[in-house]
């Protein structure tokens, strides 16, 4: 099928222009529209106006520009199929051998913050996955071009194939087309659905980005989805597992509570210690230090570069995984001996890694909520002791860990470190007795410390305990039918308490 006519219309003009001289040398005749159409002109490509071609104007915004039977029927209509050739000719079609369409950007517009349904609707686009299913309904004869990371290989079909594409390569196109209007539409029903809180039904398609030896466990089939690869690269070490890749999303999520230098350590996606310092590798020594059993076999995180001081401490344990910004190369030819250790480089500021939304599979469905992500706290105080400073900062920093760590959740922390965590617990009161457990264990004083927990005290005991330990202030949501009881506890005992209105269920 040699390419005669395109039509080339993009919203993401990258190697556009390239793109269609190549075209234009080999004398494919180029219709385009508006910014396209402008763009091409500006680089002296020769460009027809869709309007000519259809004889009819771009009215209402641009809204109808493409939806035209010239358009459609030169899409559609089968080659070498005697009555499709004979209407075609009857209705002035003329064939349309080459699409290039990518769409209105959608999914970036509703990705920007506090977007306006108006503006998104605005950049819901009609006509460019009507013809993009138009040509790829009939790929049997047209080319249909999706993604500017297709241009080289239509480039190189063409002239290895005398003008010509291959049907392989548009069975491949066509496929491809069908899902990106799919994966369109599923975004703008599911922004319209959360929007409007309606009825419809939640659907969800992601590419394969790998698939894994196994699962959790090793009888099981696994798979990754999505575009992990765009916020981690794997420098070094053996293949990602089904469970290195959740410990590496829980400490991405947790790194990303602290704006200063901090390296954690997780187990199992639970943390088994934080710690912050200028220094790097003071603050893996206050991290190490919360737990030194746990990290045996676990995933390290910090949120800096990580320097040749830290990868030599770090290298005396056996981890898992590392995950930094960015590596030494005096720390990086250390961490390197370790043929089974995998040093990960996270491409982007933590933040913007961390999913929107958390998806849990139940039995007969799927429960879909927003991702745990704290907006601006308010935190009350509701004791008589007002916290001071440091209290504040400690309370604050063991707040920023908790909501991280397995319900029911407690940890003991300093305003730079933490000093105790219990996790996984029944009860609350054994959370908080394992925290104290482990900081013991630790050679660790909890005199002065912080407790957070990540729900409400549905008793005072778990205050009393943390009391008895030697904090001083406690974090929570607050919530508790024994609130009053709760807070006279910590009145009784000289405490400061601040209620958050929050909580960090984590099952």
């Not at 491809?176 to 599911?190: E, P």
């Not at 070490?237 to 901090?262: H, Q, R, V, W, Y």
């Not at 549905?458 to 406690?474: R, Y």
């Amino acid at each position: 099928m040699k390419i005669r006519r395109a039509l080339i219309s993009v919203s993401d003009k990258t190697g556009v222009a390239a793109f269609a001289r190549v075209l234009e040398r080999q004398g494919v005749d180029i219709i385009s529209t508006g910014g396209t159409a402008d763009l091409l002109r500006k680089e002296k490509i020769p460009v027809r106006e869709i309007s000519s071609f259809t004889a009819f104007p771009e009215v209402l915004d641009g809204r109808v520009k493409t939806l035209h039977p010239r358009v459609h029927g030169g899409l559609l209509y089968r080659r070498g199929d005697a009555k499709h050739e004979a209407e075609a000719r009857q209705c002035g079609f003329d064939p349309i051998d080459l699409v290039v369409v990518n769409l209105y950007p959608f999914e970036a517009t509703v990705a920007k913050p506090n977007v306006k349904p108006a503006e998104a609707i605005e950049n819901i686009d009609i006509g460019g996955p009507s013809m993009i299913r138009s040509a790829a309904k009939n790929y049997e004869s047209v080319t249909v071009v999706v993604d500017p990371a297709d241009y080289d290989a239509v480039l190189e079909n063409i002239r290895d194939n005398k003008g010509e594409t291959t049907l392989k390569l548009r069975e491949r196109l066509a496929i491809k087309a069908f899902v990106r209007t799919a994966d369109y539409d599923r975004a703008i029903s599911s922004f319209l659905n959360k929007e409007q809180a309606t009825d419809a039904s939640f659907s969800l398609s992601l590419p394969l980005a790998m698939r894994l030896r196994y699962g959790e466990n090793p009888h099981q089939i696994a798979a990754l989805y999505g575009d992990f690869d765009k916020y981690f690269e794997k420098l070094h070490g053996k293949e990602l597992s089904f469970n290195n890749i959740l410990d590496i999303s829980a400490a991405t999520n947790l790194i990303a509570e602290f704006e200063e230098p901090t390296v954690a350590i997780l187990k199992h996606t639970n943390p088994c210690g934080v710690g912050s310092d200028a220094d790097l590798r003071k603050a893996w020594n206050k991290a190490f230090a919360t737990d030194k059993q746990a990290p045996f076999g676990g995933i390290i995180v910090c949120n800096r570069p990580l320097t040749e001081p830290l990868a030599k401490v770090v290298s005396e344990i056996f981890s898992e995984v590392i995950i930094a910004p960015d590596f030494e190369i005096e720390a990086r030819a250390i961490l390197q001996k370790k043929k089974n250790l995998r040093l990960i480089r996270l491409l982007t500021p933590a933040k913007d890694a961390r999913p929107t939304t958390d998806l849990r599979s139940v039995c007969g469905g799927v429960l879909v909520q927003d991702a745990d992500v704290d907006g601006e706290m308010k935190p009350k105080a509701v004791t008589k002791k007002k916290p001071t400073k440091m209290e504040l900062n400690a309370m604050l920093f063991g707040w920023r860990v908790v909501k991280h760590v397995k319900s029911n959740a407690i940890v003991y922390a300093k305003s730079d470190r933490t000093l105790g965590i219990g996790a996984g617990q029944m009860s609350r009161i054994d959370a908080s007795r394992i925290a104290i457990w482990k900081a013991n264990e630790a050679g660790l004083s909890l005199k002065g410390s912080a407790i957070a927990s990540d729900a409400f005290f549905p008793f005072p005991d778990g205050l009393i305990a943390a009391a008895e330990a030697g904090a001083t202030c406690a974090i929570q949501p607050g919530g508790s039918i024994r609130d009053k009881e709760v807070i006279a506890a910590a009145n009784e005992r000289k405490m400061a308490m601040i209620f958050t209105g929050a909580r960090h269920f984590r099952h």
